[in-house]
């Protein structure tokens, strides 16, 4: 992974459709999508207006969908919060673990790194319980589903063989992106820079 230094935190909803330009506004619903970048692998979000995401609007190149979410644009008076709750954040897990048609190997490595990262989150949270880890992966359970063979298989996660730094690095722009800091953050440009 590779450090790009952005001085401004992208965990708080923009308040701007981004396929639209409409303002959204406290206690709008919107769509948050997790994004990033293929040039700068750097992480950013996007936020759409739900009409314009249910008509199909999605990131544009060089940005690469990894997951969404539906939320409320919180009061910016309120105190900071995560932004996705335990199910969301589970599904955005299970959105990485989802084939994508990319012929970009770093795009699948990325996508790895960042599926493995989740999972220690998840983990550390104890919304996933690791129930073995065996040559380079773990196996997984969301918490409260049965092991097998009750419950369905185990889910692999792979380990992409990070360094402690690359962990840290991609731990910290996961924060940024999930975390409401109650200051909205500029749209990213197509060139990852603000």
Same mark, same amino acid.
């Given at each position: ?82 932004? @996705?709750?335990?199910?969301? %954040? ?5 959105? /990485? $673990? ?6 970009? !190997? +770093? ?61 840290? @690095?991609?731990?910290?722009? %996961? ?5 409401? /800091? $109650? ?6 440009? !197509? +060139?990852?820079?603000?």
């Amino acid at each position: 992974m590779s450090r790009v230094a952005n001085t401004y935190s992208l965990g708080s909803p923009t308040r701007v459709c981004a396929a639209s330009g409409r303002e959204l506004r406290t206690g709008d619903l919107f769509v948050g999508a997790l994004c990033q970048d293929i040039q700068t692998e750097e992480f950013c979000r996007q936020d759409y207006a739900p009409e314009a995401w249910d008509s199909g609007a999605r990131p544009a190149a060089p940005l690469e969908l990894i997951g969404s979410w539906r939320a409320v644009v919180p009061d910016p008076n309120e105190k900071r919060k995560l932004l @996705l709750d335990e199910g969301s %954040l589970l599904d955005l897990f299970e959105q /990485t $673990g989802e084939d994508v048609a990319s012929a970009d !190997a +770093g795009a699948a490595r990325r996508r790895a790194v960042l599926r493995f990262v989740l999972a220690l989150i998840l983990v550390r949270k104890r919304l996933l319980v690791c129930e073995q880890s065996r040559g380079g992966t773990m196996l997984v359970r969301p918490r409260g589903v049965p092991r097998p063979p009750e419950g369905p298989p185990l889910v692999e996660v792979a380990d992409p063989a990070m360094r402690d730094e690359d962990v840290a @690095l991609v731990t910290e722009q %996961l924060q940024s992106v999930l975390i409401d /800091t $109650g200051t909205p953050t500029p749209a990213p440009t !197509a +060139g990852g820079g603000a």
